[in-house]
Structures are given as C-alpha cells and as structure tokens.
C-alpha cells in the first residue's frame, strides 16, 4: 500500500479540489492521500460526505515559529468522533490574519513597483489566502514581465525575501498541544528546512511523528528516518503536492510497507 500523506488543494493554496488531487492519485497508483491544507480544516466537511472510492485522510498543516524560524506542523484527525471546535475557532481567526498579512504584502510590494490589489489576489483564491496566490495575481497583472512564481518567491515573497510577513507568532510548541486537544496525530513537516535549531528539540513539545520521507532540494541522508525509529516516532511522508504547475510532484514520494500500516491504525482509519 503507498499513500500520500501531504497535498494541498484549493481550500488553501493547491491547484486542485479534492476530487482532482483523488483523480491524479488514482492513476498514479496510489491508495490513498491526506489533505493538509495550510490553516484549514474547511475540507474535513467535504470528505466526510463524500464518496471517493478511495482513501481520504482529513489533516491540516499549520504554520508556526520557534526561535525565530518556520516551523509547518500536521495534523491528522484520528477519526474518534472528537470535536475539533477550538481548532476551527483557531484557524477561522487565522484566516483573519491572513487577510491583514495579504494587505502588508500587497504594500511592500509596491515599493518595487509591483502594484496589485485584494481584489486581484482574492479572484486566485478558492480558500485560504497564501503567498502562491499574490503570485498568481502578479503573474496575471504583469505578463509583459515575464514573471515565475519561482522568481518571485526568490525575489520578493520567499521566507527571506523583502516583501515577506510572518502571518502569526503562533508558537509551535502551543500549535501541538493545539493539535492534541482537537484529537490530531502530531507530526512535524519537512524538518530539513529548519535552519534556526536543531529540529529535533521540537520532539521535547510532544510530537507523535516526524516526516521522514519529503522531497527535499538537496542531497540528504536518511537521518531524520534513524531518528524517528530510534525514537519511536511515527513515519511519515508525502509529496507537498500543491498543483502540476509547482515544484514538488505527486507521487514522487509517498509512504509504504510497514509504515503505513503503523499509521492508519495510530489515526483509526478504517473507511
């Protein structure tokens, strides 16, 4: 069995609606996917009345900080009939606060005479507003320029770049125990991206995973796997599929063997 535990659709940032991210699975020959949208359980709803005649994980994919760095935390819901009512009050206001970070954006970049409105980036989104969005608006606005989402996101909306807005001071410490509350399997995104700390200390904040398999831009060892076994973590791992007009592609990397089967009965998935 291999499934994907890591793709967005257009209830956040992704290019697809569920049904075309389940589609591309299929024919991929994959069994199953999770939906981790950034800051949004919106799809939970949606999967639960719909049948997919495939595997559908609800998760989420919230953005937090520790020691001045990003840090993407995911939840997946364990299917135990909790509520989940604190995370979508969290995440509902989180939406709000994406709106103001959209308008701070959208006026820093005007200083390098790139000059979009609300209106413009919102007409790109179906969901939760993100920098992929701003991108697009930009792209549509300025076609003459030539403009990438790759060049922009190195130029001006990257994590380093000058146009870039935190979005919260969340602390990833409390988007965890968030997490827990709201009946999640916690597990820590892509960790290799972490430079500001040694990723591993966030295991001390009660973490129950670590993905271990991701598409990373650069040569790694398999280290974040030794320390997930050697620890007793759960494996993860999943493409980041955003759309066929992104970096990291479906199906590239998935989760198999022992692994999966250790992760459907952590989440009692059963459907």
Not at 20 to 37: E, Y
Not at 53 to 76: A, W
Not at 107 to 121: A, C, S
Request: hydrophobic letters at 35%; glycine letters at 8%.
């Amino acid at each position: 069995m291999k499934i994907d535990l890591h793709t967005h659709t257009t209830y956040s940032d992704g290019e697809f609606d569920i049904k075309g991210n389940v589609s591309l699975a299929k024919k991929l020959g994959l069994d199953g996917i999770a939906i981790t949208d950034h800051d949004s359980v919106d799809s939970w709803r949606e999967i639960d009345s719909s049948d997919y005649d495939f595997k559908v994980i609800k998760g989420v994919e919230l953005s937090t900080y520790h020691k001045g760095d990003v840090v993407h935390i995911l939840g997946y819901y364990l299917n135990d009939g909790g509520d989940y009512d604190e995370l979508e009050d969290f995440l509902r206001k989180t939406k709000k606060d994406r709106m103001m970070r959209l308008k701070k954006i959208i006026k820093l970049l005007g200083k390098y005479d790139i000059n979009i409105t609300v209106d413009e980036v919102l007409e790109e989104a179906d969901g939760v507003v993100a920098r992929p969005h701003i991108a697009a608006a930009i792209i549509k606005k300025y076609p003459e320029r030539g403009y990438t989402k790759d060049d922009l996101f190195r130029d001006y909306l990257g994590n380093d770049g000058p146009c870039y807005v935190e979005i919260n001071n969340y602390e990833a410490k409390d988007g965890i125990e968030l997490l827990k509350r709201n009946h999640c399997l916690v597990v820590l995104a892509h960790p290799l991206y972490i430079k500001k700390f040694d990723y591993k200390e966030l295991v001390l904040f009660g973490l129950d995973g670590i993905e271990s398999f991701y598409q990373y831009r650069f040569d790694t060892s398999d280290e974040v796997l030794k320390f997930s076994l050697e620890n007793n973590l759960i494996v993860t791992g999943g493409s980041d599929f955003h759309g066929p007009h992104v970096r990291n592609t479906m199906g590239k990397v998935y989760l198999e063997g022992d692994y999966v089967e250790k992760f459907l009965n952590r989440i009692n998935f059963r459907k």
